[in-house]
């Protein structure tokens, strides 16, 4: 079974995207994701998860068509569209008479959460004096982790905003490990992909296919072939040029058992006393399903809740409560304007916990080379943004005096 759908139908049917918002790519396109190669796939094995990268379909492009065909599967194959309320562009959604669903993550992600919610019962009708001490060290392995995605995964090698010596690597990447969000080289290779082609079918976590896609759905679902197509434009041996990320995707399945689930887990029984199953449940489970939600809420709320100062023609808006459970990675219309801006906001932003610990990290001479965007860079497309809304209001108010009629 190959080609289900010709290419002229195809051809009417799927946007182009880089048609589909052009400002987004001029703006968001950093200078570190233009330099990487890398391949969608080779990370398959090495997660302790079900990559959804999707392996039972090739993928070609002919002149503006996509071919979509399947290896021996026999399964129908639907094509349709959508265009986003915006109007900035369409997307195209295919899928499998299955639903092409990542069921190994969509099981691990239910059971994650019952006992998520099972913690949180116990935290309220089982605590005693232990589990106060286990959940106060929850909290810093936390602390720990999400650093490992904001100032190690993010701002560091995603973006390379910042440089920083072998002990703060090392620490970011334990950091990232504790996190367990993929290994640093597949985090990174998606959030550049996410920058250089946000919004469209390329985009891992397109935000027009919907608030839940944008969250966690598009680690349930089957990549779009798109992102496939596009993602392997883009050069990512840079990242593995570091060895610290070369060793931990190499070994990332071990480290991930040693640093996020057995190390963590295993302090308080040690230390305190703490039950093995209690400690598991606290330390890891809710830690991770916390931590996953302050990632995906930068992904999905701070994509579609929020102002746009800085360039009202991208999706992402600042977000100050996604600020405040991410370390300040909510002010992610100035972060998608000014990718290669270490703090990722203006002026630092007040719950910068990110920009700040990097600050503490260049004092004591651990991180370098901070790059920051120069005031008048921000105050520039600050008076764009403004200038235009103006332009609107006028032309609304032009339009409203000709046709009070209509428009009354
Ligand atoms: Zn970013
Ligand atoms: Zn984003």
């Known amino acids: 079974m190959s080609i289900l759908t010709p290419k002229s139908a195809l051809k009417k049917q799927l946007p182009s995207s880089s048609s589909s918002s052009p400002d987004t790519l001029e703006y968001s396109s950093d200078d570190s994701s233009s330099s990487c190669r890398g391949s969608l796939s080779s990370d398959r094995s090495k997660s302790p998860f079900r990559s959804n990268d999707s392996s039972d379909h090739t993928v070609s492009s002919e002149d503006e068509g996509v071919v979509v065909s399947s290896s021996s599967k026999t399964r129908k194959r639907y094509v349709s569209t959508s265009r986003n309320k915006s109007g900035l562009s369409n997307y195209t959604f295919i899928r499998d008479g299955d639903f092409d669903i990542v069921w190994p993550n969509a099981a ?229 304007t000014f990718p290669w801006d270490y703090s990722t906001s203006e002026l630092g932003g007040k719950l910068n916990l990110t920009k700040k610990f990097i600050d503490i990290c260049a004092f004591l001479g651990l991180a370098y080379d901070l790059k920051q965007c120069k005031t008048h860079m921000i105050d520039s497309r600050k008076e764009k943004v403004h200038l235009h809304q103006q332009q609107l209001q006028q032309a609304q108010q032009h339009s409203q005096n000709q046709h009070p009629i209509a428009t009354s």
């Open 108 to 336: 691990i992600f239910v059971i994650g959460h019952v006992l998520y919610f099972y913690s949180l019962w116990l935290l309220f009708t089982d605590h005693d004096e232990k589990m106060t001490k286990t959940w106060f060290f929850c909290y810093w392995v936390g602390f720990v982790g999400g650093l490992g995605i904001t100032a190690g995964a993010h701002r560091l090698w995603s973006h390379k905003s910042y440089s920083a010596r072998l002990p703060l690597r090392i620490f970011l990447m334990i950091g990232q490990c504790i996190a367990g969000q993929n290994s640093l080289y597949v985090w990174c290779r998606d959030h550049r992909v996410h920058h250089k082609f946000s919004e469209t079918d390329a985009d891992p976590h397109n935000t027009h296919r919907g608030f839940f896609f944008a969250h966690v759905g598009w680690l349930l679902r089957k990549k779009h072939p798109e992102l496939h197509k596009k993602s392997g434009t883009l050069d990512f041996s840079d990242l593995l040029r570091d060895p610290v990320v070369k060793f931990q995707r190499d070994y990332y399945f071990a480290l991930y058992f040693i640093f996020a689930v057995f190390g963590p887990a295993s302090l308080p029984c040690l230390f305190w006393g703490e039950t093995f199953s209690r400690s598991m449940l606290i330390v890891y489970v809710s830690r991770y399903v916390t931590a996953l939600h302050s990632t995906w809420f930068v992904n999905s709320t701070a994509h579609m809740f929020g102002d746009r100062p800085y360039n009202e023609s991208i999706q992402p808006r600042e977000n100050y409560w996604v600020s405040y459970g991410a370390f300040g990675e909510g002010y992610h219309n100035y972060h998608h």
